[in-house]
T-cell receptor
Framework: QKEVEQNSGPLSVPEGAIASLNCTYSDRVSQSFFWYRQYSGKSPELIMSIYSNGDKEDGRFTAQLNKASQYVSLLIRDSQPSDSATYLCAVNGAGGTSYGKLTFGQGTILTVHP | EPEVTQTPSHQVTQMGQEVILRCVPISNHLYFYWYRQILGQKVEFLVSFYNNEISEKSEIFDDQFSVERPDGSNFTLKIRSTKLEDSAMYFC?????????????FGPGTRLTVL
């Protein structure tokens, strides 16, 4: 079973729409969850972090965490063409003692078309 | 804004050669990491480093790999005898506290091509 799983996409949404990205993780003791954005050929750039169940909003981005379902999501409101990138879900604290080790999903490719 | 820097941006080497990838973490950060990303694949953890010691390493980080903090600013990854399958983007990251909630900031990466 994959540790962190994402739909690889591609996910295509029109400009101005809401993009919904999903991630599941296998290790119940995982502590914290991160969404990174990665443009082609570039390094991961942090968008959001979330540690507690519920929603966390930052501008156009909302992260949602449900530890019981082992599920984390990212909503992007008013999607812009500049949001087109690969979105990486990363989990920290998997294995109970692996603090600092980020485990990444394979990423979801998002395309926002004008 | 402080950032992690990496050199070189692209390294081409022959199979069997040694390479050293260099990173300068953010100045007040104490925890350092190397990750790699083979083209088209996910980002994979290699090693974490704190207080001049390896904290954790993955199965990928075998005896061919080593890390070092040779001075107060640089953090290096050495691959002793490169293989074709070592071709990848190598990302250095750093964080302030090394806790599970701490943000890791990534450098721009070094693209390693092994011929």
């Amino acid at each position: 079973q994959k540790e962190v799983e994402q739909n690889s996409g591609p996910l295509s949404v029109p400009e101005g729409a809401i993009a919904s990205l999903n991630c599941t993780y296998s290790d119940r003791v995982s502590q914290s969850f991160f969404w990174y954005r990665q443009y082609s050929g570039k390094s991961p750039e942090l968008i959001m972090s979330i540690y507690s169940n519920g929603d966390k909003e930052d501008g156009r981005f909302t992260a949602q965490l449900n530890k019981a379902s082992q599920y984390v999501s990212l909503l992007i409101r008013d999607s812009q063409p500049s949001d087109s990138a690969t979105y990486l879900c990363a989990v920290n604290g998997a294995g109970g003692t692996s603090y600092g080790k980020l485990t990444f999903g394979q990423g979801t490719i998002l395309t926002v078309h004008p | 804004e402080p950032e992690v820097t990496q050199t070189p941006s692209h390294q081409v080497t022959q199979m069997g050669q040694e390479v050293i990838l260099r990173c300068v973490p953010i100045s007040n950060h104490l925890y350092f990491y190397w990750y790699r990303q083979i083209l088209g694949q996910k980002v994979e953890f290699l090693v974490s480093f704190y207080n001049n010691e390896i904290s954790e390493k993955s199965e990928i980080f075998d005896d061919q790999f080593s890390v070092e903090r040779p001075d107060g600013s640089n953090f290096t990854l050495k691959i002793r005898s490169t293989k074709l399958e070592d071709s990848a983007m190598y990302f250095c990251a750093s964080s302030q506290q090394g806790t599970s909630t701490d943000t890791q900031y990534f450098g721009p990466g070094t693209r390693l091509t092994v011929l």
